[in-house]
């Protein structure tokens, strides 16, 4: 089934975070999971900047579906587009976890960004990170099956994290796989399954191990 990997899902933690100083210079604020940051045609005044937690950015589809693009960790920004223009939010973006994020009015991240190495570094690597990150996961829904797509995940992992043992196995759920990929748990538990029976892996409770990497 897998002959030629050609995306990598795996992104690594951002290294490069905003000193107290910077974060002073905006409104802490705190809010719990399932929290609507901002809905689809939303005029956004405030850059967010995560420190902790993660968002999830939700396309609606036109017969009211909700699918999870793409997920904003920390150390990231949300809404950084409005620096630019002023224009609507194309997502509706919701808190995955309690999350605490420390928010900049568009006049003063524009300042910052102009006068402040710092901020300006952070920002770009920040930027950079959730590009490489939509643009693969975009192009890979099109071109990757829900098990191609699985299989790859695991094996980035695999790579990048400890293992329980030799045998490459990963502790994950189905819920945490789908929540990273933006796919539904079902198709997740469907694809696992296939995986499974073609010989890829071996499943038991939120422990999958890796049998064949090619």
Request: proline share 1%; charged share 20%.
């Amino acid at each position: 089934m897998i002959t030629k990997f050609n995306f990598s899902y795996f992104i690594s933690q951002n290294d490069i975070s905003l000193s107290e100083d910077i974060l002073n210079m905006g409104q802490k604020d705190t809010v719990k999971s399932n929290y609507i940051l901002s809905n689809i045609g939303d005029k956004i005044d405030y850059i967010y900047y995560i420190v902790g937690g993660k968002l999830a950015l939700n396309a609606i589809s036109s017969d009211g579906k909700e699918k999870s693009c793409m997920f904003i960790k920390e150390n990231m920004f949300y809404g950084e587009a409005h620096i630019y223009n002023s224009f609507p939010t194309i997502f509706k973006v919701v808190t995955v976890v309690p999350t605490v994020f420390v928010k900049f009015k568009i006049q003063l991240a524009r300042h910052l960004i102009e006068t402040s190495q710092e901020f300006r570094m952070v920002f770009i690597h920040a930027q950079s990170q959730k590009i490489r990150s939509m643009t693969g996961e975009i192009v890979s829904m099109m071109i990757h099956t829900p098990e191609e797509r699985v299989l790859h995940y695991l094996i980035d992992q695999s790579k990048h994290n400890k293992c329980e043992n030799k045998e490459k196995t990963l502790c994950l759920s189905q819920q945490a796989i789908a929540e990273v990929l933006g796919m539904h748990r079902v198709t997740v538990a469907n694809a696992l399954l296939k995986l499974k029976k073609e010989g890829y892996i071996s499943c038991a409770r939120n422990a999958i191990t890796l049998l064949r990497l090619e």
